[in-house]
């Protein structure tokens, strides 16, 4: 088992997986800008690992609501 990578980056379709969204969802976030996205040098989004699992925890606080 690996350990806990907080500072690895996600693609746009493994942050929709865990939000169970389309990956096109993910993309509107970043642009919107809910989420911040790191650009590869091929102009791809990342996102990074830690800060979507937090937003993850604020997306199912309100959720519960």
Do not use: Y
């Amino acid at each position: 088992m690996q350990p806990h990578d907080d500072d690895a980056l996600l693609t746009p379709s493994e942050v929709a997986a865990m939000f169970r969204v389309n990956p096109k969802t993910v993309t509107r976030w970043a642009r919107a800008g809910k989420i911040s996205a790191i650009r590869t040098l091929g102009g791809h989004r990342r996102f990074r690992a830690s800060e979507i699992r937090q937003f993850l925890e604020q997306v199912e606080d309100s959720e519960r609501i």
